[in-house]
């Protein structure tokens, strides 16, 4: 069963940058494709970012050219670098592997980005 543990949320001003990071438990993890999901109060959940095992990367439209998803198979570890942040990027965020999806994830992480 797969494990994994986000960090590197926190505070920070808009415009501001955050690199969060997901750590996976796991043999499989090289093969996975594994994605980054954000929940704010009162909003739906959204799937900000993709990346395949092939290193093919996908995003939210609203994130696009601000979020760069990456990951590090060596490391069994999966990075969000979120750059010239907005309040409205406010939200816990959590990665999962897309094959099992949503209940797959973590803990999350709490981003909030003052204004």
């Known amino acids: 069963q797969v494990q994994l543990v986000e960090s590197g949320g926190g505070l920070v001003q808009a415009g501001g940058s955050l690199r969060l990071s997901c750590a996976a438990s796991?043999?499989?993890?090289?093969?996975?494709?594994m994605g980054w999901y954000r929940q704010a109060p009162g909003k739906q959940r959204e799937l900000v970012a993709i990346?395949?095992?092939?290193?093919?990367?996908n995003y939210l439209d609203s994130v696009k050219g601000r979020f760069t998803i990456s990951r590090d198979n060596a490391k069994n570890t999966a990075y969000l670098q979120m750059n010239s942040l907005k309040p409205e990027d406010t939200a816990v965020y959590y990665c999962?592997?897309?094959?099992w999806g949503w209940g797959s994830r973590g803990q999350g992480t709490q981003v909030t980005v003052s204004s």
């Open positions: 990346i395949l095992s092939d290193g093919t990367t």
């Open positions: 796991g043999s499989a993890f090289s093969i996975s494709a």
């Open positions: 999962a592997n897309l094959r």
